[in-house]
Each structure stands twice: as structure tokens, then as C-alpha cells.
């Protein structure tokens, strides 16, 4: 076990970093050895599945028209508020227009926000974007904050500017979120990524996760704005396969993480836990994930 630091930045590729060293490993073609996973390749995949989770977190209260652009910026910065410099370098097409929202609960209809075209511009790598994120409102004639965002080829390719080297990631399905001011409920069903390595390598992870946040705060659950300190609850299963390997992950937290607003690191959570039961043909093991302090968690194995 080691304590793992993570900056902001850092959570957006290292997922795709690590378990490309785990991909790797496992690739050999002979039989498998025990334990199932390495202390390396399970660091690899909590890393891959605590960038999932804050990859929620990002866009969770954003129900209107606003998070288009958060849609594109959150999986790298969840903390960039709307509006802000790295939030509006990207701005995607919206259609139809004007935008209907029969109920007036700030959920339009139905809108399509287009990345075709888009880029961000940071110091060093170009984020180019494509593909499309529906936003649709499932309840379209009740005011309330029900949000269905379905993605479809939504891609994110990086370019490192010093190496010249490219990595990609691209979102497949459909993603609900609803809440009142102290509860919010999300779920994931058959949520595919596939992630494009710098050395060619290719993945794919696919989940079906249901989370639920509950604010310390009561009421303190604001439409389009950053989310409060709270605590998340996330349930549900989810398989990662590359080359001719996959794994079948059961996630659960116990206690629940603790989402801290006034974190300066991500992840944002300073306390809680969330296990991966990680089988494998008939190979098991545990994989616990103890968050110790703002964007610091310690991975075991067991």
C-alpha cells in the first residue's frame, strides 16, 4: 500500500497511462500467475476509476443550456466554474435553435451541442474535440431538475506539444442526473469509453453505475453551479477489457466519499472508501480505495 497524489491535470491522463502499463503486463499470452493484479495494476485501475467518478462530478448540477461547454472542460477541470478562461476557449455549435423548454425549468427540451471543430488550448498540448452531446429533458412538462446528457462519439484527442505524441478518449451513452437541493441521483447505463494510447494501444471500459450525493449542507444544491461538500454513495458494475483481456469490476463505497468543495487538488475527496471486487475467469481480488486527505488516496489489494 503507498499514499497516491494526484493533481488536477494529472487525473485526466493518468488513467490512460497507468493501465496501459497494465494492459501491457497482461498481454504476454501465457496463463495468468497470482495474485490477479499487481500493486502497480491496481493503482492503475483505481486511477481509472476515480477519474470516472470525478468525470461525473463535473457536469452533476448542470442542467441547462450552460453545461455544453462544462460538457467538454469537466473531465479535465471539474472545478472550472462557467464562464471561465478554460470553459469558453471551447464553445460548440447548439441546434435547433431557439432552444425550447416547454416547461421553464432551465432543462431545455431537446439540444444537440456539436464539438465538431473544437479546440483548447493549453501550455503545453491541444485538446481537439468532436462528436455530440444530446441534452434532453425527460420530464418535459414537469419543472424539476431531471437531465438526460447522451454522448455520441464524444472524443477528446491530446496532442503533447514537446513530444508531438496523441492520446485520445471517446464516450459512448447515456448519463441522468436529477435533484432537489439537498439530494442528487446519477446513473450510468452501458457508459462505454475507448481510450487511443500514445503508443497506438487501444481499451475500452464499459459501466452501468448509480450514485447519489447528499449535501452537508441542506438546500444547499444550486442549478448550474459548483457542488457543495457532500457526501457520494456509488454502486454498480462496470468491465475493462484490452487485447484479449477483460475484467469484471462490482464497485461499491463504505463508508461514503466525502466530497470537499474547498479542495485546491483533485480528486475532491477527503475521506471515505470505495472497493472493486475485480474477477477475472476464476480469479477474485479486492481493491480498496481509502481517500486520507484532499487529492491523496492509498490503493490496496486483497
Known amino acids: 500500500m503507498r499514499t497516491i497524489h494526484h493533481s488536477l491535470r494529472a487525473l485526466a491522463g493518468a488513467a490512460a497511462v497507468l493501465v496501459l502499463v497494465t494492459a501491457c ?32 462530478i463535473g457536469t452533476a448540477t448542470m442542467d441547462g443550456s450552460a453545461g455544453g461547454s462544462l460538457a467538454a472542460t469537466a473531465p479535465f477541470d471539474a472545478s472550472a466554474p462557467a464562464g471561465s478562461t478554460t470553459a469558453t476557449q471551447c464553445v460548440p455549435t447548439e441546434s435547433p435553435t431557439p432552444v425550447v423548454n416547454s416547461d421553464n425549468d432551465g432543462v431545455p427540451d431537446s439540444v444537440r ?11 503545453l498540448s491541444l485538446d ?53 437541493g439537498t439530494t ?11 481510450y487511443l494510447f500514445a503508443n497506438g494501444g487501444t481499451a475500452e471500459h464499459v459501466r452501468t453505475w448509480e450514485s447519489i450525493f447528499t449535501a452537508d449542507v441542506a438546500g444547499s444544491i444550486v442549478r448550474d453551479a459548483l457542488l457543495p461538500s457532500g457526501t457520494w454513495s456509488v454502486n454498480g458494475t462496470s468491465s475493462w477489457t484490452r487485447g484479449q483481456r477483460s475484467y469484471s469490476l462490482t464497485v461499491t463505497t463504505n463508508p461514503a466519499l466525502h466530497y470537499n468543495a474547498s479542495c485546491t487538488a483533485a480528486p475532491r475527496f477527503d475521506a471515505g472508501k470505495l472497493t472493486a471486487v475485480v474477477v477475472r475467469n476464476s480469479q477474485t481480488v479486492t481493491v480498496t480505495i481509502e481517500f486520507t486527505a484532499c487529492g491523496e488516496y492509498t490503493v490496496t489489494r486483497s
Open 128 to 180: 481537439s474535440l468532436s462528436g455530440t452531446i444530446d441534452l434532453i429533458d425527460p420530464t418535459k412538462l414537469v419543472a424539476d431538475h431531471a437531465v438526460e446528457r447522451v454522448f455520441t462519439d464524444f472524443k477528446r484527442l491530446t496532442v503533447t506539444l514537446v513530444s508531438g505524441a496523441k492520446s485520445a478518449v471517446t464516450s459512448n451513452g447515456e448519463r441522468r442526473a436529477s435533484h432537489d
Open 25 to 56: 503486463n497482461n498481454e504476454s499470452g501465457t496463463a495468468p500467475t497470482t495474485p490477479l493484479l499487481s500493486q502497480a495494476q491496481a493503482e492503475s485501475l483505481a486511477t481509472t476509476v476515480v477519474a470516472d467518478i470525478v468525470g461525473e
Open 113 to 123: 451541442f456539436d464539438y465538431t471543430g473544437c479546440v483548447i488550448s493549453r501550455p
Open 184 to 194: 442528487l441521483r446519477s446513473s450510468e447505463t452501458n457508459f462505454r469509453t475507448d
